[in-house]
Nanobody
């Protein structure tokens, strides 16, 4: 059973917005650092954003800073990624991630199945 379930991906034109959701499934991730990574065709998976256990601290990749916002709803055990002003280079499969620690080079051990985001020019 996949412990994290993403939704909200789709096809959008450049300049548009999407909101990704990541819900816990079968267990809770309250008390874990949560993050988003993405993988474009032919490229390695890369860090996008992370949020602390309390939700009070966030970190973003330079490429998305000012355009994406990560948030979490502890009551719903769900993490969100609001993506605005999308660009064609944001096209990728987006993965939700969870762990005791998450860094840009070291994700946590828990993953979702991924959701496709496609941005047309």
């Amino acid at each position: 059973q996949v412990p994290l379930v993403e939704s909200g991906g789709g096809l959008v034109q450049a300049g548009g917005s999407l909101r990704l959701s990541c819900a816990a499934s079968g267990r809770t991730f309250i008390g874990y650092v949560m993050g988003w990574f993405r993988q474009a065709p032919g490229k390695e998976r890369e860090f996008v954003a992370k949020i602390s256990r309390s939700g009070g601290s966030t970190v973003y990749a330079d490429s998305v800073k000012g355009r994406f916002t990560i948030s979490r709803d502890t009551a719903k055990d769900t993490v969100y990624l609001q993506m605005n002003n999308l660009k064609p280079e944001d096209t990728a499969v987006y993965y939700c991630n969870a762990g005791s620690l998450i860094s840009t080079m070291s994700p946590g051990p828990y993953w979702g199945q991924g959701t496709q985001v496609t941005v047309s020019s």
